[in-house]
Antibody, heavy 118, light 107 residues
Framework: EVQLVESGGGLVQPGGSLKLSCAAS????????MHWVRQASGKGLEWVGR??????????AYAASVKGRFTISRDDSKNMAYLQMNSLKTEDTAVYYC?????????WGQGILVTVSS | SYELTQPPSVSVSPGQTARITCSAD??????AYWYQQKPGQAPVLVIY???ERPSGIPERFSGSTSGTTVTLTISGVQAEDEADYYC??????????FGTGTKFTVL
């Protein structure tokens, strides 16, 4: 059974940093691209970014809204993906999901809440 | 930036057919994908590559495309289909985009 479990969320002040983790199991993590998607309360889904597999040179891509502030990384030895968020803004407040790309975004974590507020 | 526009809301009675559209603002259009999201839950993939259905998704869900507009059709709507629906695609630079979302109500 595929499982994705996010952790590391919480309350952070504007301008601060936070690192989210995504623990994966039940599939060949090292062969999979990992994505992060977020959703502000009552709003739609927003793609944040992705990291490809080693075979694709761990290539990353980001949404314009987070480029230069957020960094996605992975540790294939631990089946973990990470989202490092710096220079956080109030508009980054959202539930953050990690998800895999197969046929589409076919497996999702339960989501983790990040609140940016003073 | 690439945008995908959906109607804010669609409602139909049980047993009827519902259609939710998703319009891209530019060509070329890559494949479209559709997700169902119920309150408090993560999204679920219901259509991939414009019109393919993942295993476990009921046959009443189907997808189609015409020009720069894609459509999710739910035939014989059931109460359990009430949810938010999002289309998704990618732009030419390889970044991914979600549609604005449609709140689907079963009357």
């Amino acid at each position: 059974e595929v499982q994705l479990v996010e952790s590391g969320g919480g309350l952070v002040q504007p301008g601060g940093s936070l690192k989210l983790s995504c623990a994966a199991s039940g599939f060949t993590f090292s062969d999979s691209a990992m994505h992060w998607v977020r959703q502000a309360s009552g709003k739609g889904l927003e793609w944040v970014g992705r990291i490809r597999s080693k075979g694709n040179n761990y290539a990353t891509a980001y949404a314009a809204s987070v480029k230069g502030r957020f960094t996605i990384s992975r540790d294939d030895s631990k089946n973990m993906a990470y989202l490092q968020m710096n220079s956080l803004k109030t508009e980054d407040t959202a539930v953050y999901y990690c998800t895999t790309w197969g046929m589409g975004f076919d497996y999702w974590g339960q989501g983790i809440l990040v609140t940016v507020s003073s | 930036s690439y945008e995908l526009t959906q109607p804010p809301s669609v409602s139909v009675s049980p047993g009827q057919t519902a259609r939710i559209t998703c319009s891209a603002d530019a060509l070329p259009k890559q494949y479209a994908y559709w997700y169902q999201q119920k309150p408090g839950q993560a999204p679920v993939l219901v259509i991939y590559k414009d019109n393919e259905r993942p295993s476990g998704i009921p046959e009443r869900f189907s997808g189609s495309t015409s020009g720069t507009t894609v459509t999710l059709t739910i035939s014989g709507v059931q109460a359990e289909d009430e949810a938010d629906y999002y289309c998704q695609s990618a732009d030419s630079s390889g970044t991914y985009v979600f549609g604005t979302g449609t709140k689907f109500t079963v009357l």
